[in-house]
């Protein structure tokens, strides 16, 4: 196949394959046996779901095709939460449009209009690595054939210098030879000297840069742009976008609840390192500005905090913290039982904490669910790496596990304890891209959104909304009989 130059809306939507997946849709579900997956509904006809997306760096792409086949198949969205990548999905959908359109397309066009690359905007030498190494075949590959490359000819070159200067006593003619595998050996140990010396210079440049080999001020004006063109430009027109009234919202069937608590909601999970806690915003910017001034904040700058990769991209930092302020501490006293607040916040990757917050739509005052809590997981393990042979893993899963397990424990402790949620998670199986591939040429994109796409369609053909329901008012009564003081949004 023919590689895209550049990329439209439209070569991700026509793709054969995503079209192939509505028309399974449609033909399993027709007006005598409809789709139903939630008791909320608007004038139009819409279905509403809570929406939890996962992060994982470039693949986020699929997590667009996913909620590409969600929203074409009439579900839209009450809160939404997502970290770092899934942050940045939940954050285009929050602000594209009215609550009940279909974001999607205008999500596409903004990747359209993005070179992912321009997103790595650090020093020469480091975009030069990352472009060389961060591929699909694996940066833990290339480096290991790198490595031995230049062991191997540091090894000839030695090896040669001994033998030439044995033998060229005995024969002349080598005398040449041996002279030019000195020199080659000379100008090896110059170059091996000066990269050190330049990778101890990058390591004091990374160190004063906030231990980022990327600023993130390309991505930040990007999502900034996006942000106000649509017409969010402070943290109050976030909110009120998110929580914009949706026409002739009701019930399908009574439920005691009616429609509380139902508003609409974004939240962008981050992790901040001062005072080492889990961060939501905008729900939390009480911590960091007094409730007047709320909107000297930069709702751009959520989507910043959550998606920091760690030494990939520079810290995100909050200054000026009113911390002597007795709101101010009241607040970080009554939250996190902090004393004394930071002046200064420094956040990063939101997913170092929670990479896949489904807990946070969790209400124990409902009894049986007016609508379900849908889930998106990137899920990028290798085979090999997934299995039960630790003995077997490769370094990348070794340091793969030992990441995913900070990252997911408390995401996973909940859903251990509260089964039914995982049903409705879908996964999309994305093992063989890599998430810090940002030199993700046109064609590789629009494979991801087709694996989204599918991921969704699988997941339509075989959610029981009725059976999510019965589970979870089950799971809702051993809760309370567990627990009668608990007091627990869906």
Known sequence: ??????????????????????????????????????????????QYAHLVQKGGGVLGVALVGYT???EM????????????AGAINTALMTVIGARQDIKSPGVLQAICDLDFFSLVDGHPAARWIIKKFITDEGFVKKTKTWISVLLCTIAFLVSADIILVGLQ???????????????????MILALTLSVIYSLTLLKRLK????GINPGDIFYDWIKKQFISNGVI???????????????????VPNPENLNDLEGSVAFITSELCSMNK?????????????????????????????????????????????????????????????????????????ILSNFPVNLFYNAKVNIPRLPVFGIDLDDSTPGDKGKNAESWSLAGYFGKMFSTIQNNSD???LLKNKVYDKGVGKIRVAEFNWLNFFLPPQKKIELFVLGAQAAAAFLLQFDWETYKRDRAGMHAKLTAANPLNNSTQ
């Open 1 to 46: 196949m023919p590689q895209l130059l550049s990329i439209s809306v439209q070569d991700f939507t026509s793709h054969q394959k995503v079209k192939d997946c509505l028309e399974s849709l449609k033909t399993r579900f027709t007006p005598g046996n409809p789709l139903i997956v939630s008791d909320v509904l608007d004038d139009q006809g819409n």
């Open 68 to 70: 590409y086949i969600l």
């Open 73 to 84: 198949m009439g579900i839209r969205f009450c809160k939404q939460a997502g970290t770092s």
């Open 169 to 187: 006593h005995a024969y002349d003619q080598l005398s040449f030879w041996a002279g030019l595998s000195f020199m080659l050996t000379g100008v």
């Open 208 to 211: 004063n840069a906030g231990f």
């Open 234 to 252: 402070s943290v109050t027109d976030l909110k009120n976008k998110a929580a914009a009234p949706i026409p002739g919202l009701h019930l399908r």
């Open 279 to 351: 961060i939501q915003f905008p729900a939390m910017c009480d911590l960091f500005r007094k409730k007047e001034d709320i909107d000297q904040l930069q709702p751009a700058g959520f989507v910043r905090a959550s998606m920091s990769i760690p030494l990939f991209f520079e810290s995100y930092i909050i200054n000026d913290i009113p911390c002597s302020d007795p709101e101010i501490k009241k607040i970080w006293l009554e939250r996190f039982n902090e004393p004394d607040p930071p002046s200064c916040a420094r956040f990063v990757d939101g997913g």
């Open 412 to 414: 996973k402790e909940f």
